[in-house]
């Protein structure tokens, strides 16, 4: 199978899978915590079994202990303001303010991996601060509600996290860390939350269970073809950009499946601006 199939299937499922996250905050009772905790183990499951299909390995994990602590942390938060931002916001809104992981990782590689940067990449920058600034932009004030904080926070987690990751998987195999990168940030906010067990159990019952299920599933995939792609390819310059067409994807996909048309030129033209801006950043 080529990159190019690799990569479409990535960004397709990864739309859909903000979809499924969204439809299933919806409900008021429901628990981002606890949503967090079971999505990320089952994914981690998930991974796990294609991992032991095709060989699972692990390295010497000893000197790769403070960059899996810190793995943990990042990841373990990121899903937690995830979860938060899409019960309270619209996914399409989620999905561009997300987008602004790339000055994050931007940062992080410039100080920890010590990487330069480029005029195309501060003009990329401004262009990924410009569709953030534009889907906050409301009523001529900026909206720094709760679910754009949350979505600012997840971004800065995932973002720094993929710096992180990109020393550790130059020491790992690709699917048996991935399984280790969710499983263990779940097991972590469970230590931190045990209470959150306690709303677990609607996440078990019916048609909730069907769509956790096929989240899994969608998040899974999405994640291994993504790097698999980067594997067949070998052209991250290509792939990275290139992935960022999820961003508009969702949300159009938000607009005919789940109804999101409030601001709808606004949020189409943030989405359009931050793939340019995470083009040149890349």
């Known amino acids: ?17 903000v979809l499924l996250q969204r439809v299933l905050l919806k409900n008021d009772k429901s628990d981002p915590i606890a949503y967090s905790i079971v999505f990320q183990l089952l994914t981690g499951i998930l991974i796990g079994i294609y991992a032991v299909f095709n060989g699972f390995t692990t390295p010497n994990l000893v000197p790769l202990i403070p960059n899996l602590i810190l793995m943990t942390i990042l990841y373990g938060a990121g899903n937690v303001f995830i979860f938060s931002a899409l019960k309270i916001v ?17 940062i992080g590689a410039i100080i920890f991996l010590k990487e330069s940067f480029s005029t195309q990449q501060v003009l990329g920058t401004i262009l990924i601060i410009l569709s953030v600034v534009l889907v906050s932009w409301k009523k ?7 679910g754009f904080i949350f ?13 992180n990751d990109a020393f550790i998987v130059n020491n790992f195999d690709v699917p048996s860390y991935l399984t280790i990168a969710f499983i263990l940030p779940s097991l972590a906010v469970l230590a931190i939350y045990p209470k959150s067990t306690a709303k677990m159990k609607p996440l078990f ?9 096929l989240l899994g599933v969608f998040y899974a ?4 073809t993504i790097f698999l792609a ?5 052209n991250a310059s290509q792939i990275a950009p290139l992935s960022q067409t999820a961003t508009i994807i969702t949300v159009v996909l938000s607009v ?15 989405a359009i601006i931050s793939f340019a801006g995470v083009v040149l950043v890349k």
Do not use: C, H, P
């Open 205 to 213: 019952e019916g048609k909730t269970l069907l769509k956790l299920g």
């Open 221 to 224: 995939v999405s994640a291994i």
């Open 1 to 17: 199978m080529n990159w190019q199939i690799l990569l479409a299937t990535s960004v397709v499922t990864y739309s859909i899978s």
């Open 256 to 270: 005919i499946f789940l109804k999101e048309r409030t601001d709808l030129l606004r949020k189409l033209l943030g």
């Open 140 to 146: 001529q004030k900026f909206s720094f509600s709760k």
């Open 230 to 234: 980067y594997q067949v390819g070998k």
């Open 90 to 106: 619209d996914a399409s809104e989620f999905t561009i303010v997300f987008a602004s992981r790339a000055l994050w990782t931007i």
């Open 151 to 163: 979505s600012v926070l997840a971004a800065l987690s995932f973002g720094l996290a993929f710096t």
